[in-house]
């Protein structure tokens, strides 16, 4: 069984950063690739990145390209999500999730395991 545990989300002004942490426990090996969604109020959960088990492989979704950056510590079973140049339209529940199949899954189906998730708001 595999827990995850985000932090570092909260309150930010728009055009701020903010750094998402994602610790797993259990059995993670680093052929799993971990990936970041969201998650706004009456809407599905949106596909933001995903890092590939070597951490080599990277994918972003387009409205986030060139602000946000996806990287992960096998050593530590961490992966993180740098977020900058945040706008109020990034405000969402921002969840990880462990696949254990593909090596960078972008839709939710393709992942086993979620994180409870961390709120991030930001101000206009």
């Known amino acids: 069984q595999v827990q995850l545990v985000e932090s570092g989300g909260g309150l930010v002004q728009a055009g701020g950063s903010l750094r998402l942490a994602c610790a797993a426990s259990?059995?993670?090996?680093?052929?799993?690739?971990m990936g970041w969604f969201r998650q706004v109020p009456g809407k599905e959960q949106e596909f933001v990145a995903v890092v590939s088990g070597s951490g080599r492989d990277k994918d972003y979704a387009d409205f986030v390209k060139g602000r946000f950056a996806i990287s992960r510590d096998n050593a530590k079973n961490m992966v993180y999500l740098q977020m900058n140049s945040l706008a109020p339209e990034d405000t969402a529940v921002y969840y990880c999730a462990v696949a254990k199949h593909g090596s960078r899954p972008r839709t939710t189906y393709e992942y086993d395991y979620w994180g409870q998730g961390t709120q991030v708001t930001v101000s206009s």
């Open positions: 259990g059995r993670i090996f680093s052929a799993y690739a």
